[in-house]
């Protein structure tokens, strides 16, 4: 099944035992389902880091995909902005719905089809939670996400108490988690991790965990 806009393409695969995964403009991205339930690791990325700020009233989120992350995000917070660039994506949301808390019509939700980096640059607005949901920095485009220019950029665009949320996974090398580890450790006093898979992370960072 696939779902085209523009340059963008999102394709969903179907297998018999009820599981579907997406990829994304060709990339392999993550389960949508797994024997037919929705994939509670995703859930888990959008609801633990908003167990740290103080107050819940502005999430942003850079990157959708399923929207299973920013829908579990937006029940939590009063007011979530949901930042994509690939127009497909957010043309499939709504075959997603049953499992991104219907993110595509939900109150309190904006989806801005944009480049995250800009909204974050032009942006003065601030957030007690952002999440880069963002493609895994093995690939090009993402890993400008994950440097100590980036990591400065959303710290000015957090609220006092706030937190800034990512993922990684075992893709990445030895080497290359060492680097991301110390860029970390550069840019946040703190950061506290959740062990979501044998190979999957996510890293939850601030100056006042």
């Known amino acids: 099944e696939s ?43 959008g609801v633990a880091p908003a167990l740290y700020p ?32 690939n127009p497909a994506v957010f043309a499939a949301l709504p075959r997603f719905a049953s499992h991104n808390f219907d ?6 939700v904006d989806l801005l089809l944009e480049d995250g980096l800009s909204v974050l640059a032009r942006d003065d607005e601030r957030y007690d939670l952002v ?18 220019d980036f990591f400065e950029l959303v710290k000015r665009r957090i609220a006092p108490g706030g937190v800034f949320a990512f993922w990684f996974d075992a893709r990445i090398s ?20 959740v062990f979501l898979f044998d190979s999957y992370y996510e890293a939850i960072c601030g100056d006042s965990l």
């Open 3 to 45: 779902i085209k806009r523009l340059d963008g393409d999102v394709t969903i695969i179907h297998q018999r035992s009820g599981a579907e995964y997406v990829t994304i403009n060709g990339y392999s991205s993550f389960a949508v389902a797994e024997d037919g339930a929705t994939n509670h690791r995703e859930v888990i990325v």
């Open 54 to 85: 103080p107050e819940r009233r502005r999430a942003l989120v850079l990157g959708t995909g399923t929207g299973i992350t920013a829908g579990a995000t937006a029940t939590l917070f009063d007011h979530t902005e949901v930042v994509e660039i």
């Open 103 to 108: 993110l595509a019509r939900r109150p309190g």
């Open 131 to 148: 999440i880069s949901t963002v493609t895994s920095p093995v690939y090009f485009s993402s890993s400008k996400l994950y440097t100590v």
């Open 174 to 193: 030895e080497a290359g988690t060492g680097i991301i580890l110390e860029t970390m450790r550069s840019a946040f006093s703190e950061c506290h991790f």
